[in-house]
T-cell receptor, first 118, second 112 residues
Framework: GAVVSQHPSWVICKSGTSVKIECRSL??????MFWYRQFPKQSLMLMAT?????????EQGVEKDKFLINHASLTLSTLTVTSAHPEDSSFYIC??????????????FGEGSWLTVV | GESVGLHLPTLSVQEGDNSIINCAYS??????FIWYKQESGKGPQFIID?????DKRQGQRVTVLLNKTVKHLSLQIAATQPGDSAVYFC???????????FGSGTRLLVRP
C-alpha cells in the first residue's frame, strides 16, 4: 500500500481562490519532503524542498509567495496554491525521504493531486 | 543548465520482446540514479535504482546499466508485458540531497 498519501487526489477551484494540498508519510517520519509539478505530457519539475521546522527551499523560478509550503510535523507537508489561476492547473506530486536508515536511502512518492483552476 | 535527457520519446515493442530505454545525464557528480514508471494519472512508481559505485543492477525482469564514462543510463525490461506500458523516467540525484532531477520521459507501448 501507499506509504505517502496526498489529499485531495483531485480538486477544482475557482480562479483567484487558494487551495491546499496535503502530503503525509503514513508509516515513517520525514524531515524532508519534496514538491513537484507535472504538466500533461511533460516530466516532473521540482518546485521546492520542504523542511520540517524551517522554511522551504524553492527552485529557481518558483514563486514562494504563490506556492506556500508548510512542514509543521514530521509526517505532514502542505502546499497551498494562492490566488490560483488557470495556468496553475497541473498535477502536483510530493515525495518524502524517511528519517531513519535503511529506508532513509529511498524516496517515496505520493499518488499526486490534480488541480484544475476554472 | 544540467539536465537528464532521454534519446527516445516513444518506444514500441512486441509483447514478449525485451525493451531498452536509454537516458543520458550531464552531471558527472551525480551519485544515485533511479528509474520510475508512471501510469496515466498516477504518481511515479519506483522500479530500480543504482549508485555510482556500480555499473549494473538487476531486479525482477529489469536491469539497470550505468556507464559513467559516457554518462549513460539504461533500463532493460525482459519479456515485456502489456502491463509494462507506461511512461518511464530516469532521475538523477545530484548532491545526495534526494532532490531528484527527472528526465523528459519515454513512453513504452507494448503491442499484443
Amino acid at each position: 500500500g501507499a506509504v505517502v498519501s496526498q489529499h485531495p487526489s483531485w480538486v477544482i477551484c475557482k480562479s483567484g481562490t487558494s487551495v491546499k494540498i496535503e502530503c503525509r508519510s503514513l508509516d515513517f517520519q520525514a524531515t524532508t519532503m519534496f514538491w513537484y509539478r507535472q504538466f500533461p505530457k511533460q516530466s516532473l519539475m521540482l518546485m521546492a524542498t520542504s523542511n520540517e521546522g524551517s522554511k522551504a527551499t524553492y527552485e529557481q523560478g518558483v514563486e514562494k509567495d504563490k506556492f506556500l509550503i508548510n512542514h509543521a510535523s514530521l509526517t505532514l507537508s502542505t502546499l497551498t496554491v494562492t490566488s490560483a489561476h488557470p495556468e496553475d492547473s497541473s498535477f502536483y506530486i510530493c515525495s518524502a525521504r524517511p528519517l531513519v536508515a535503511p529506508r532513509g536511502n529511498t524516496i517515496y512518492f505520493g499518488e499526486g493531486s490534480w488541480l484544475t483552476v476554472v | 543548465g544540467e539536465s537528464v535527457g532521454l534519446h527516445l520519446p516513444t518506444l514500441s515493442v512486441q509483447e514478449g520482446d525485451n525493451s531498452i530505454i536509454n537516458c543520458a545525464y550531464s552531471n558527472s557528480a551525480s551519485d544515485y540514479f533511479i528509474w520510475y514508471k508512471q501510469e496515466s494519472g498516477k504518481g511515479p512508481q519506483f522500479i530500480i535504482d543504482i549508485r555510482s559505485n556500480m555499473d549494473k543492477r538487476q531486479g525482477q525482469r529489469v536491469t539497470v546499466l550505468l556507464n559513467k564514462t559516457v554518462k549513460h543510463l539504461s533500463l532493460q525490461i525482459a519479456a515485456t508485458q502489456p502491463g509494462d506500458s507506461a511512461v518511464y523516467f530516469c532521475a538523477e540525484n545530484k548532491d545526495s540531497s534526494y532532490k531528484l532531477i527527472f528526465g523528459s520521459g519515454t513512453r513504452l507501448l507494448v503491442r499484443p
